[in-house]
């Protein structure tokens, strides 16, 4: 093997042989740090006996090399190596199901736990939340667009190849099907349902308020792009409605 090309491996995975941590102590720290400061984090972790029934009761951990213990015991240890390594791959196996929560004597959530881990790695733009979302776009455009995610009209063989032969069964007449439902809004296979004009503008004033649009601007610049100039839109239809309506 070429030297370059060993060059090349290492700038993905790290050197194999080497203790130093792929990134700074830092920017560990500061990672920890934000994921800590977190309100529910002192509700969610209130100490761990290493018991091990999170991972028992886990869906996740008999499918993936996963385990909530594991995840527990980084947090509550502070291992901030580890910490950084979970977050690579590990994080994203959750099904967030809160079995875990339900079940742990220390009343922790390590569901819980592992949300604010992810969040964290979307507010660092970490390659590995960019991965896992990158194919939900599709439907974050549609959430932002129309208020709701998933409309029949994007349940195709092609859009949800991952179904496999099940999604035949949705392969159906639905323009005929949906008018046979009774509510007027629910006709269209555009939307899911039809979501008004002042209460879309309001989703967006939350979005922006609480952040959401910021760490969708760090994992999907462009996506990002497309979102904010049909918020204003939106926004420029829903004042020409108040003009119009104003008496
Ligand atoms: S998080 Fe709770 S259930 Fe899981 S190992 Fe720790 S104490 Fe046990
Ligand atoms: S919330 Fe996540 S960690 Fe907890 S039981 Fe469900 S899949 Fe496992």
Same mark, same amino acid.
């Given at each position: 093997?070429?030297?370059?090309?060993?060059?090349?491996? %290492?700038?993905?995975?790290? /050197?194999?042989? #080497?203790?130093?941590?792929?990134? &700074?102590? !830092?920017?560990?720290?500061?990672?920890? %740090?934000?994921?800590? @400061?977190?309100?529910?984090?002192?509700?969610?972790?209130?100490?761990?006996?290493?018991? &091990?029934?999170?991972? @028992?009761?886990?869906?996740?951990?008999?499918?993936?090399? +996963?385990?909530?213990?594991?995840?527990?015991?980084?947090?509550?240890? !502070?291992?901030?190596?580890?910490?950084? /390594?979970?977050?690579?791959?590990?994080? *994203?196996?959750?099904?967030?199901?809160?079995?875990?929560? $339900?079940?742990?004597? +220390? #009343?922790?959530?390590?569901? &819980?736990?592992?949300?604010?881990?992810?969040?964290?790695?979307?507010?660092?733009?970490?390659?590995?939340?960019?991965?896992?979302?990158?194919? +939900? #776009?599709?439907?974050?455009?549609?959430?932002?667009?129309?208020?709701?995610?998933?409309?029949?009209?994007?349940?195709?063989? =092609?859009?949800?190849?991952? *179904?496999?032969?099940?999604? $035949?069964?949705?392969?159906?007449?639905?323009?005929?099907?949906?008018? $046979?439902?009774?509510?007027?809004?629910?006709?269209?296979?555009?939307? $899911?349902?039809?979501?008004?004009?002042?209460?879309?503008?309001?989703?967006?004033?939350?979005?922006?308020?609480?952040?959401?649009?910021?760490?969708?601007?760090?994992?999907?610049?462009?996506?990002? =792009?497309?979102?904010?100039?049909?918020? =204003?839109?939106?926004?420029?239809?829903?004042? =020409?409605?108040? /003009?119009?309506?104003? /008496?």
């Amino acid at each position: 093997m070429s030297h370059s090309a060993t060059s090349r491996i %290492q700038e993905h995975i790290g /050197d194999p042989v #080497s203790d130093a941590p792929p990134v &700074g102590r !830092e920017e560990l720290e500061e990672i920890f %740090q934000d994921i800590q @400061a977190d309100m529910r984090y002192d509700h969610e972790l209130n100490g761990c006996l290493n018991c &091990g029934i999170c991972t @028992a009761t886990c869906p996740a951990a008999h499918y993936y090399d +996963f385990s909530p213990r594991e995840i527990v015991q980084l947090l509550w240890t !502070e291992n901030l190596e580890g910490i950084y /390594d979970a977050m690579q791959e590990k994080i *994203w196996s959750c099904a967030q199901c809160y079995t875990c929560a $339900a079940r742990c004597p +220390f #009343s922790n959530s390590p569901g &819980g736990l592992i949300m604010l881990m992810r969040e964290t790695a979307i507010k660092h733009g970490m390659e590995s939340a960019k991965n896992v979302l990158r194919p +939900f #776009s599709r439907v974050m455009l549609k959430l932002i667009s129309t208020g709701n995610q998933l409309s029949p009209d994007m349940i195709t063989p =092609d859009g949800f190849a991952d *179904w496999g032969p099940n999604v $035949a069964k949705v392969d159906a007449p639905l323009d005929i099907l949906r008018k $046979a439902i009774p509510m007027p809004t629910l006709h269209t296979t555009k939307t $899911a349902w039809e979501v008004n004009l002042k209460t879309s503008v309001e989703l967006y004033t939350i979005w922006e308020e609480t952040g959401v649009l910021d760490s969708l601007e760090t994992i999907d610049e462009n996506l990002f =792009d497309v979102i904010l100039d049909i918020m =204003d839109e939106k926004r420029d239809d829903y004042e =020409d409605w108040l /003009d119009e309506n104003d /008496d």
